[in-house]
């Protein structure tokens, strides 16, 4: 059986075993992916009815605020004018002509549309795991994870827009695993337009892209979720995994790794020059550059946040910002020189330690790991008895602790700063807990075989 990467303990039996009893007498039961679809739909046109009630009787509204940005620049785009007119919309021009319907057809059309790209994520989840033959309960099961997590649900249907974001992540990771490598180049270059974020994935992608597993005129092989316990399979792995280092300098500049480059930035320069040419340094400043720079004053989940209270009106030195982003930085690269040709899994442990380490940590940015949890598990050896409760239990109790000192401070007037400032030190805490046990119950899978070639069967045969 497989060991943990970081540590020596043996891992627990295997993720089949992470179900209940009940859950999985209820595998038992006919319950195919589109009646879950169906079911999910359902739920959330009941959440979206709810919210409009809510926002109408009672002092707390249930549509995020942000929502009321996004359908003031809206309104604004359709009679002509900037959307950036509208005070905090930070967003592209995209997002704010996707919602023109709210001012002709009804308010909570950003909503429908956001809920229903709620739903397409978990289309490709299934999908994801169906092309590396993850047997049919298990990909349910996933897929469960993500339509009914209370984290995802409520994002779409009070008005946030990363469910698209979501979308289109893993619409890029199923062009990949088809070879549509062109396709995954547009996307890519369209989703880092449409938010910035997705930047930190272009080096696993273009690591990815290697000759040893792309080739034109070939489809990319893919290992099947059944050969995780093949010894023969893991040591040939090992090979491939020494061979990519001392290959990927030999090719750097392969053809699939330059049409990536080439069509996914050609994409990007293309919206962004438009939408300058339209909106000018508006656009540019508060699209992008903002993003990049960000410094928020009020209190958030990130570690920063304290600092940056004290010092707000003073300007920060190139020495502080580059202090905030080095553990960052630090951690990406580990991550990606680590487990890139486990793409799902890289993506994931990135996107977590992006969040966690973030200058700036809001509730949605959670979504943006959500979405590629449901990848991974089919892979993990942790039982939801205990490990797997005690990593929920620690992750959701730092994070209530960390809410009730913001709740004291925002809607009591108290001075907690400090007391909320040490929550968010034990939120990261708690964050990096859980993910060096999801490291250490994981099963290192690289996504894609290595195509046959002279050069890769010399080395398996000196090893």
Known sequence: MKKCHFCDAEPAPAFSNLQSVSLSQLAMISINIRSLLWLSAIFRVILIIYGEWQDSHMEVRYTDVDYLVFSDAASLMASGESPYKRTTYRYSPLLAFFLIPNSIIHRS??????????????????SILKLRKVPEDLCMYSVVVWLFNPFTFTIGTRGNCEPIVCAMIL?????????NVLQAAFWYGLVVHFRIYPIIYVLPIILVLDPLFFRSGLKPKLQNWSSREDKTLRSSNKVTDQYDLWKALKTVFSKERVMFGLVSGAVFLSCTCLFFYLYRWEFLHEALLYHLTRTDPRHNFSIYFYHIYLHYEHEFLMVEKLISFLPQFIVQLVLIFRFTQDLPFCLFMQTVAFVAFNKVVTAQYFVWFFCLLPLILPWSNMKLKWEGLSC???????QLHWLMWGYLLEFKGKNVFLQLWLAGLLFLAANTFVLIMITCRHTYSPVFQWLEHPTLKNAEKNN
């Open 109 to 126: 059309w950003g909503k429908f549309l956001f809920s229903a790209s709620d739903l397409l994520v978990g289309v490709f989840i299934h």
């Open 392 to 398: 929920i239990l620690v992750w959701i109790g730092a």
């Open 171 to 179: 619409w890029i990771i199923i062009c990949l695993l088809k070879g």
